[in-house]
């Protein structure tokens, strides 16, 4: 009988361990696909010109440097729950070794805004609608 309770007892703590952990994965996802929609100011001393890359229903907000027409152009991304702001460091070391750079706020960050509808993009999978983004963010400039 004591041997029965015990299972009993280690059943019931395993599928509470579980449930916490299931929750706690659902509330980390959460926080982590949550828009992350803010101003994003252009430092002073930080030498690009504001723009906006329109595209396909979307407004993406972006910084230029323009190192000129002959200089190769780098495309730079930040991180999940980061802006175009955090990039900056980046784009100086490249813009002094004569790069041309493009930051951009992608969906849902910064100064981008989320686009959360129900268009045919909304049913796609997330790296289907991240890949139909970067496409849409990269035509202006090659045609520019």
Known sequence: MAL???RRF?????AAMALVGAGASWWVGSELVRPAQ???ALP???PARAL?????G???AAWWVDRGERAPAVLLL???RADRLSMVARARLLARHGFSVLLIDLQAHGETLDRRSRSAGASLPMRDQRSRGFATS???VESA
């Open 38 to 40: 803010h101003r994003v």
């Open 78 to 80: 930040h991180a999940i």
């Open 10 to 14: 280690l059943l019931l703590a395993v």
């Open 44 to 46: 002073p001393d930080f």
């Open 52 to 56: 906006t890359i329109q595209g396909s």
């Open 138 to 140: 990269v035509r202006p």
């Open 4 to 6: 029965r309770g015990a």
């Open 58 to 60: 979307r407004t993406i």
